[in-house]
């Protein structure tokens, strides 16, 4: 394989890999990075490729120039982030690493630098009010709003979503009470960790109804059926196929457009889910089995408490106050008399040569 060129051997490579029963997404992601490597290092063996190679290959992609004989061309189809740049050297480093080859370039290998994630805050009263309080007249704004509503009430993500077939949202009884459930399977699960059953409370019950509805509508009726199915044409959509990663994204620019709300994200709605649930006093194994999370300071890493969450918890041990001291002497003007600083005591010659020790 290292001597291979790099086409031939990224192939073998990721054969390899998909008989370790990788999941689909991932064999798409590596796939994406191979095309994007492949522009770079097209005609070089794996053997060939050093260090230098690698640092070139980060100025070119981020730049999106790569000169070539003097010819100036921008190949990839736009400039790529640190983040994206550092994934796809990391593809690189596997290749190599399956031949023996990395050994010797990681030592003068380094990542570029990428700012510290921070995941964004939850929603405002405000802002909540404004997404689910107003009316949406436009039709192309309402599946976006369902599906923020069912996010904001269940944590279900929407990559989770679109992986959602018929079957997987049931009925059953909870203490006498008939009760909705959504099970996110391990095909719509991001990791191992993600695939669970949440109960839907009334908002997000009625929500996934109107999706039911319009599946129905779209021909998704049998419990193999995608709730989310994917659209072939204008108008047409395969029930037996998921929505693709961009499903969502003309719906949610309307709901937008609608609300205000320009900076609001999907996946914004789970952060928000994650931190009412704590804020209306959820314990911590309750959150972390209904997001899915591996432990509880993940689940806390993306709550955030509210502003006026805060207010509120500091107003009840408002007790103390500041003790209150005499006005200051003011001026003719109004103006506070400025305080004079104390003045040295002078000490004359004389007075200073009586104090000066005389020998015994």
């Keep these: 394989m290292a001597q291979l060129d790099f086409a031939p051997a990224a192939a073998l490579w990721l054969d390899i890999r998909r008989q370790r029963r990788i999941k689909p997404r991932t064999v798409e ?8 490597l492949g522009i770079f290092f097209a ?26 004989d003097g010819i100036a061309t921008s190949p990839w189809k736009r400039r790529a982030g640190n983040s994206c740049v550092n994934h796809e050297i990391s593809v690189l480093s596997q290749m190599l690493g399956h031949c023996g080859l990395w050994a010797a370039i990681k030592p003068f290998y380094q990542r570029l630098e990428v700012p510290q994630y921070s995941p964004r805050g939850p929603l405002s009263g405000e802002e909540e009010s404004k997404l689910f309080g107003c009316k949406i007249h436009r039709d192309a704004a309402l599946l976006a709003l369902w599906v923020a509503t069912i996010t904001a009430n269940t944590t279900a993500a929407g990559c989770e979503l679109r992986g959602l077939q018929r079957k997987h949202v049931t009925v059953r009884e909870c203490d006498g009470e008939p009760v909705m459930e959504l099970e996110i399977p391990l095909s719509a699960a991001k990791n191992s960790e993600r695939p669970r059953v949440i109960p839907l409370n009334g908002a997000a019950e009625q929500a996934m109804r109107l999706c039911l509805r319009r599946a ?19 108008n047409k959509f395969d029930p037996t196929r998921p929505a693709s990663r961009s499903w969502l ?12 709300l320009a900076r609001i994200r999907p996946h914004d709605l ?28 993940m689940s806390h890493y993306y709550s955030q408490v509210r502003r006026r969450r805060k207010l509120d918890a500091v107003r009840p041990i408002d007790t103390l106050r500041l003790l209150e001291h005499p006005p200051r002497p003011t001026g003719p003007s109004g103006a506070p008399v400025p305080s004079k600083p104390p003045q040295r005591a002078t000490v004359s010659d004389s007075e200073r040569y009586h104090r000066l020790p005389r020998a015994s």
């Design 29 to 36: 992601f590596i796939t994406g990075c191979i095309q994007s």
């Design 43 to 68: 005609g070089l063996r794996l053997c060939e490729i050093h260090a230098g190679h690698v640092r070139e290959y980060q100025a070119a992609r981020s730049a999106n120039l790569l000169v070539v």
């Design 216 to 234: 129905a509508e779209l021909g998704s009726v049998e419990p193999v059926h995608y709730i989310f199915p994917f659209r072939t044409v204008r």
């Design 249 to 260: 994204r003309k719906s949610w620019d309307a709901l937008r457009q609608v609300t205000g």
């Design 270 to 297: 789970r952060h928000h889910a994650i931190t009412r649930l704590y804020e209306e006093g959820a314990e911590d194994q309750t959150v972390v089995a209904l997001a899915g999370h591996h432990s509880s300071r």
